[in-house]
């Protein structure tokens, strides 16, 4: 398995991970393009076999930054993956000093993962995901300098 920048030859793949990952609430060919091509903005993916099987996709402005997408393959979750992109992030992201992400109240393992790093909850975000309706769950990292 390989970590890296994710490069434009990834996105058909990426598309057919978030696909699998989220349904009809998955991004677009068009937004994962975009998604790679601001300057503000660091995609990563894990591929395997020339598959991509985890992607990660952060935006920073100024010393605030955002974790707006990760998705795993299934058949790779609870195996480290989520956390290795996450650490990847991490390392690329210098000068930023807050992190914040959303995740689905319902989403434990996710959480869990985002609690292993030092993010912290702070607020609940109602019926911010649809398919199904859910609430989401806003949570902040303080990065040390």
Not at 8 to 36: N, R, Y
Not at 85 to 90: F, G, I, Q
Not at 102 to 107: D, G, H, M, P
């Amino acid at each position: 398995m390989i970590l890296q920048k994710m490069q434009p030859g990834h996105i058909a793949g990426v598309k057919e991970l978030l696909d699998d990952c989220f349904g009809e609430s998955a991004w677009s060919m068009e937004s994962i393009a975009s998604q790679l091509d601001k300057a503000d903005s660091y995609c990563a993916v894990a591929v395997d076999d020339e598959k991509v099987v985890g992607y990660i996709a952060f935006e920073a402005i100024a010393d605030e930054g955002s974790i707006v997408e990760l998705a795993v393959n299934p058949e790779y979750r609870r195996k480290g993956m989520g956390r290795k992109l996450v650490e990847l992030m991490l390392t690329s992201c210098s000068g930023v000093r807050t992190i914040c992400l959303e995740v689905r109240a319902s989403n434990t393992p996710a959480k869990a993962l985002y609690e292993a790093f030092d993010f912290e909850p702070v607020t609940i975000r109602k019926n911010y995901y649809d398919d199904p309706r859910e609430d989401a769950v806003i949570m902040i990292k303080k990065v040390s300098e």
